[in-house]
């Protein structure tokens, strides 16, 4: 498994409690269905969208850090 967190709550959950994965697994087909049934320009725009806030949250973690 080594220092990858995400394999790491993925082996918790298969062997703790394997109905979270199942039903996360419906949540991404759902969320990629939902994407597929808009134009391409919109999920282009929800995409932009996206980087913006992403790159905010960054830089406010940034701000965050050299306060600290």
């Not at 999920?43 to 806030?53: D, F, G, I, T």
Request: hydrophobic share 55%; aromatic share 2%; glycine share 2%.
């Amino acid at each position: 498994m080594g220092d990858d967190p995400i394999a790491q709550v993925r082996a918790f959950l298969a062997e703790h409690d394997p109905d979270v994965l199942a039903a996360v697994a419906d949540v991404d087909r759902d969320l990629i269905g939902n994407m597929l049934e808009l134009s391409p320009m919109e999920r282009l725009h929800r995409a932009v969208q996206l980087a913006y806030e992403l790159d905010a949250m960054a830089a406010s973690l940034r701000a965050a850090r050299s306060v600290a």
